[in-house]
């Protein structure tokens, strides 16, 4: 994907959030998009706790769409997949993640927030434990506040 379709991605992803947001949820949003790099196959914004966007994103398309498709796919999440979304993205065969916003810079602002517990386990170590090669693009240093700004107060709030 080139660094254009990254940024535009991610501020849909973004979109996504603000709008499971203003649902309620936790602002996270993913989207799967087509092995052309442009076609936005699918959305998810979180649902709850155990219901995350991307794991939820990743089991649909994997009832969706053959795994040898979903490889050329890559799988744009506003932050880093936790171990479940990583291991459901490897499982459902989706061949890239790419993330705006590490897992660390998550946890700077949500602390030890009961409602979202983090991982210090990043997606890369949790696909290099695989046997397949995912690539991983991420954090995008230059959408960090923007993708962040959605959860300045919202952890503070709940």
Request: glycine share 6%; net charge negative; proline share 6%.
């Amino acid at each position: 994907m080139s660094p254009d379709q990254i940024t535009r991605h991610l501020r849909r992803a973004n979109e996504v959030a603000l709008r499971a947001q203003r649902m309620g949820r936790h602002p996270f949003g993913a989207l799967l998009v087509a092995p052309d790099g442009e076609t936005v196959l699918a959305e998810q914004g979180n649902i709850d706790t155990v219901h995350h966007a991307e794991a939820t994103l990743a089991r649909t398309a994997s009832l969706n769409y053959p795994a040898d498709y979903l490889w050329g796919c890559t799988l744009v999440t506003t932050f880093e997949p936790c171990a479940m979304c990583a291991a459901t993205a490897y499982w459902a065969h989706i061949g890239r993640v790419v993330y705006g916003a590490s897992e660390e810079a998550l946890l700077a602002l949500t602390g030890h927030h009961p409602e979202n517990p983090t991982l210090a386990l990043p997606c890369r170590e949790v696909f290099a434990r695989g046997q397949k090669a995912i690539e991983v693009i991420g954090p995008v240093a230059e959408l960090q506040a923007e993708l962040l700004a959605p959860h300045k107060n919202f952890w503070a709030a709940r």
